[in-house]
């Protein structure tokens, strides 16, 4: 049967849902403070309990100094009780023993209360802490507790904790009731005194990307991926998603058959509009899904200001912008470019302006001078309101597509000429410039106060100011002809040191013992073998050798009866048999292929009868062994 102690610690095991060692370990620190106040030790000395899981017994160990005469039991012991514990002790040691006191339960039970239920506590938010700080960014339930107007909804969660959903993380409109079970996201945890404060949301884009992934398996499984998410929330949200594998409808599996996947998320965010388009990495395409519902006539882009100018019918103007711009608002953060929406009348109105007006598109003007009057007969029709034909409307579309995508050409050829102006003007600035501050240039200390404003703290910046745009130096508050003469004055005579590219000294090659070194052809002696019959080494065979070409791969051919003196080559480290040469050719190709070697067997003779040396084969005829051909 077990004691008191073990169905006590049992109970709070179960009651506060903690690791067992945690409440050991609380439990020996509270025996340890009520030690110290028992006694009255010192901080500075080391105490140790230990607790008897089975009968609850609890042990004091204290460090105290060995001596021969005790003057102060709570912090020296005498050499003959300590080589009890340590039979090698010396005087002066220090050593744990161990420093009970008597009747210490009752006591301690009384004093490390209050202890024990602390450290609990501590140990209760700690691992509250790291559970909710794993949860963040992931939806949790929770039952309502409180409702207030300025703190929030005070939510209760599992592990005991409570939740707060600040007002601005309410949904617009949403009211709670006491007792109701919500859903939400983790948005943060913070350190309080009182134990983490876990901030919870509706609000946020990421609880509606979480609900996606609850309601649309493609999404949580990786088949459909959220690219973008746009919302402000109880109102009106827009979603980009894409398939990451062929043939799959990302819109259709996020909408689901007759709309039940999305109408339950809809639900849960009381009725807020929920738009599903499919992501392009084309700008122009992603920009036109995105004014949805919206019909676009046009689309185009300017990539150096990052902004798109979207064109509609005159019908269609108001469901592009939204109720109080909300609609083009959401597309411009879901696509990451300034959306400007026109109507076609305004639009093309404008591109009349733009041609005729801007002095760089002369060219345009010039091309479009005869479309320009149909253009503006069309405008005037609808101006005082008569009725424009279908192919009247088109010819609309037509020009000013020809006009803004001449426009967006004509920028690009700008851009990239003065692109190349300014690679130009870096190119004829020493490095060195952009490394020396302006102060080198000794001008007054307006002056430089002036240009530092300005951004221009190194020479290499003034210089490109000075070669790019004199005028914007000249432009700044302060800096008057005077100035500029001083400013030009400096940039002529200030001189730049190059880093000096350290010389390379030439050693002279020493022979290594070992190398193979090259050695003039002069200088190589004439090795004549003494087999050789003196008619090879002949002037015109030799010359007929060195004219003959060298091919990598060589074919030599032994025909049966060849003379001794056809196979032999030239060179005296070559005075080996063709056969046998070409053969370990045949060899070593034939391991790179990874083929098995035939074994050949060629042997050279010398025939009396036609007294001359000739190459022999031999074949293997069966199981009987080799034969002569």
């Given at each position: 049967?077990?004691?008191?102690?073990?169905?006590?610690?049992?109970?709070?095991?179960?009651?506060?849902?903690?690791?067992?060692?945690?409440?050991?370990?609380?439990?020996?620190?509270?025996?340890?403070?009520?030690?110290?106040?028992?006694?009255?030790?010192?901080?500075?000395?080391?105490?140790?309990?230990?607790?008897?899981?089975?009968?609850?017994?609890?042990?004091?160990?204290?460090?105290?100094?060995?001596?021969?005469?005790?003057?102060?039991?709570?912090?020296?012991?005498?050499?003959?009780?300590?080589?009890?514990?340590?039979?090698?002790?010396?005087?002066?040691?220090?050593?744990?023993?161990?420093?009970?006191?008597?009747?210490?339960?009752?006591?301690?039970?009384?004093?490390?209360?209050?202890?024990?239920?602390?450290?609990?506590?501590?140990?209760?938010?700690?691992?509250?802490?790291?559970?909710?700080?794993?949860?963040?960014?992931?939806?949790?339930?929770?039952?309502?507790?409180?409702?207030?107007?300025?703190?929030?909804?005070?939510?209760?969660?599992?592990?005991?904790?409570?939740?707060?959903?600040?007002?601005?993380?309410?949904?617009?409109?949403?009211?709670?009731?006491?007792?109701?079970?919500?859903?939400?996201?983790?948005?943060?945890?913070?350190?309080?005194?009182?134990?983490?404060?876990?901030?919870?949301?509706?609000?946020?884009?990421?609880?509606?990307?979480?609900?996606?992934?609850?309601?649309?398996?493609?999404?949580?499984?990786?088949?459909?991926?959220?690219?973008?998410?746009?919302?402000?929330?109880?109102?009106?949200?827009?979603?980009?998603?894409?398939?990451?594998?062929?043939?799959?409808?990302?819109?259709?599996?996020?909408?689901?058959?007759?709309?039940?996947?999305?109408?339950?998320?809809?639900?849960?965010?009381?009725?807020?509009?929920i738009d599903i388009i499919e992501w392009n990495t084309d700008p122009v395409l992603?920009?036109?899904?995105?004014?949805?519902?919206?019909?676009?006539?046009?689309?185009?882009?300017?990539?150096?200001?990052?902004?798109?100018?979207?064109?509609?019918?005159?019908?269609?103007?108001?469901?592009?912008?939204?109720?109080?711009?909300?609609?083009?608002?959401?597309?411009?953060?879901?696509?990451?470019?300034?959306?400007?929406?026109?109507?076609?009348?305004?639009?093309?109105?404008?591109?009349?302006?733009?041609?005729?007006?801007?002095?760089?598109?002369?060219?345009?003007?010039?091309?479009?001078?005869?479309?320009?009057?149909?253009?503006?007969?069309?405008?005037?029709?609808?101006?005082?309101?008569?009725?424009?034909?279908?192919?009247?409307?088109?010819?609309?579309?037509?020009?000013?597509?020809?006009?803004?995508?001449?426009?967006?050409?004509?920028k690009k050829a700008t851009a990239a000429a003065e692109e190349e102006r300014v690679?130009?003007?870096?190119?004829?600035?020493?490095?060195?410039?952009?490394?020396?501050?302006?102060?080198?240039?000794?001008?007054?200390?307006?002056?430089?106060?002036?240009?530092?404003?300005?951004?221009?703290?190194?020479?290499?910046?003034?210089?490109?100011?000075?070669?790019?745009?004199?005028?914007?130096?000249?432009?700044?508050?302060?800096?008057?002809?005077?100035?500029?003469?001083?400013?030009?004055?400096?940039?002529?005579?200030?001189?730049?040191?190059?880093?000096?590219?350290?010389?390379?000294?030439?050693?002279?090659?020493?022979?290594?013992?070992?190398?193979?070194?090259?050695?003039?052809?002069?200088?190589?002696?004439?090795?004549?073998?003494?087999?050789?019959?003196?008619?090879?080494?002949?002037?015109?065979?030799?010359?007929?050798?060195?004219?003959?070409?060298?091919?990598?791969?060589?074919?030599?051919?032994?025909?049966?009866?060849?003379?001794?003196?056809?196979?032999?080559?030239?060179?005296?480290?070559?005075?080996?048999?063709?056969?046998?040469?070409?053969?370990?050719?045949?060899?070593?190709?034939?391991?790179?292929?990874?083929?098995?070697?035939?074994?050949?067997?060629?042997?050279?003779?010398?025939?009396?009868?036609?007294?001359?040396?000739?190459?022999?084969?031999?074949?293997?005829?069966?199981?009987?062994?080799?034969?002569?051909?």
């Amino acid at each position: 049967m077990k004691n008191e102690f073990a169905l006590a610690f049992n109970e709070v095991l179960e009651e506060k849902q903690l690791p067992k060692e945690i409440i050991m370990a609380a439990i020996e620190s509270a025996m340890v403070s009520a030690y110290r106040r028992a006694v009255n030790a010192s901080n500075a000395q080391e105490v140790v309990a230990k607790i008897d899981p089975e009968t609850g017994k609890v042990t004091i160990f204290a460090e105290k100094e060995v001596v021969e005469d005790v003057q102060d039991q709570r912090t020296e012991v005498t050499i003959e009780a300590a080589r009890v514990v340590n039979p090698e002790i010396n005087l002066n040691d220090m050593l744990l023993v161990e420093s009970t006191p008597a009747d210490f339960g009752r006591v301690a039970a009384q004093t490390a209360r209050q202890v024990i239920q602390q450290r609990i506590r501590e140990a209760e938010r700690q691992m509250q802490a790291d559970f909710f700080n794993k949860q963040v960014g992931e939806i949790i339930s929770g039952v309502v507790q409180a409702v207030s107007m300025t703190q929030g909804v005070t939510i209760g969660l599992d592990m005991k904790a409570e939740g707060i959903m600040p007002p601005n993380q309410k949904i617009p409109g949403e009211k709670f009731k006491v007792h109701e079970r919500i859903r939400s996201i983790v948005l943060e945890v913070k350190d309080s005194p009182r134990g983490p404060q876990i901030i919870l949301s509706r609000s946020h884009r990421n609880f509606l990307r979480r609900l996606l992934e609850n309601e649309v398996p493609e999404i949580y499984h990786g088949i459909v991926e959220i690219r973008a998410i746009s919302r402000e929330p109880g109102q009106r949200a827009k979603v980009a998603v894409s398939a990451t594998q062929p043939n799959v409808d990302p819109v259709g599996a996020c909408v689901g058959i007759k709309g039940v996947r999305i109408q339950a998320i809809v639900k849960e965010l009381h009725d807020e509009k929920i738009d599903i388009i499919e992501w392009n990495t084309d700008p122009v395409l992603y920009i036109s899904k995105a004014i949805s519902p919206a019909k676009v006539s046009g689309v185009y882009l300017n990539e150096a200001e990052k902004t798109a100018t979207v064109v509609v019918q005159e019908d269609q103007l108001s469901l592009a912008i939204g109720r109080d711009g909300q609609n083009a608002r959401l597309a411009a953060k879901l696509t990451g470019w300034r959306i400007d929406i026109k109507s076609l009348i305004e639009a093309a109105s404008d591109a009349i302006v733009k041609v005729q007006s801007d002095p760089s598109l002369a060219n345009i003007a010039e091309v479009e001078h005869k479309n320009i009057p149909i253009v503006e007969e069309v405008l005037a029709k609808k101006t005082e309101g008569r009725p424009v034909t279908p192919e009247e409307f088109m010819t609309l579309i037509q020009f000013v597509e020809r006009v803004e995508r001449r426009t967006v050409e004509q920028k690009k050829a700008t851009a990239a000429a003065e692109e190349e102006r300014v690679l130009v003007a870096r190119s004829g600035i020493p490095n060195a410039a952009f490394e020396m501050a302006i102060e080198v240039l000794g001008l007054p200390e307006h002056v430089y106060n002036i240009l530092t404003e300005a951004e221009h703290r190194t020479v290499g910046d003034l210089m490109m100011a000075m070669k790019l745009n004199p005028d914007s130096v000249l432009g700044l508050a302060g800096i008057g002809p005077k100035s500029m003469d001083a400013i030009r004055t400096a940039l002529e005579t200030i001189k730049f040191h190059e880093p000096e590219v350290p010389a390379v000294e030439l050693v002279p090659e020493t022979p290594v013992e070992g190398l193979v070194t090259e050695t003039p052809l002069e200088a190589v002696p004439e090795i004549v073998p003494e087999t050789v019959p003196a008619e090879i080494l002949s002037e015109p065979l030799i010359a007929e050798a060195e004219a003959a070409p060298i091919t990598a791969e060589p074919v030599i051919e032994i025909e049966e009866g060849k003379p001794l003196e056809e196979i032999f080559t030239l060179r005296p480290d070559m005075l080996q048999p063709v056969a046998a040469v070409a053969e370990d050719e045949e060899d070593e190709s034939d391991k790179k292929k990874g083929k098995k070697k035939k074994k050949k067997v060629v042997e050279i003779v010398y025939d009396e009868d036609l007294e001359k040396a000739i190459a022999k084969k031999k074949h293997k005829r069966g199981d009987e062994g080799w034969e002569e051909d």
